[in-house]
């Protein structure tokens, strides 16, 4: 099945995208951030955004049945800012090790090395390794290829 990403709004730089995840549970405000963490390094949040208090959540469970399209709008989020960075890096891991995991399994089902124009790696004890399905990283690193 093809998933759609869902219609980002986004600033300038690329760095803030806005989104609406809809599904089973009603409509609900994602953020996604990145943001500096060295030169060439930028981390990853995807955040849910309360529209009426201003605050960001980012262990919050929506369980609203659309993770693949939710995904894949962060996937998007990824090439467009990459596209406008090209020699920058994404870090990214979940708030808890469970999330953590969540987004291995889903970068395992979307990802293949081979297609892809992003290079992917994984971490481990310290130490980057590139990605395989079947290990358990600790946070996820993405890059355009060279």
């Known amino acids: 099945m093809q998933y759609q ?4 709004e986004s600033n300038e730089e690329n760095t803030r995208f806005q989104f609406q995840s809809v599904g089973k549970r009603g409509v609900f405000e994602k953020v996604i951030f990145i943001t ?3 030169f060439d390094t930028f981390n990853l949040s995807l955040v849910d955004f309360n529209p009426a208090t201003g605050n960001y ?6 369980d609203n049945g659309d993770m693949p399209e939710v995904l ?3 996937v998007s989020a990824i090439h467009q800012f ?3 960075n090209p020699f920058k890096r994404i870090y990214f ?5 469970a999330r953590t995991r ?3 399994i889903a970068i395992s089902k979307i990802y293949d090395s081979e297609q892809s124009d992003l290079l992917i790696s994984g971490l481990q004890d310290g130490q980057l390794f590139p990605f ?3 290990s358990n990283f600790e946070g996820f690193l993405a890059e355009k290829k060279p």
Do not use: H, R, W
């Open 5 to 8: 990403a869902y219609p980002v």
């Open 132 to 134: 395989e399905p079947n």
């Open 93 to 97: 891991e979940g708030s808890t090790p």
């Open 72 to 74: 894949i709008t962060v």
């Open 57 to 62: 959540d980012d262990l919050s469970v929506t």
């Open 102 to 104: 969540l987004y291995q």
């Open 36 to 38: 500096p963490l060295t």
């Open 82 to 84: 990459l596209a406008s």
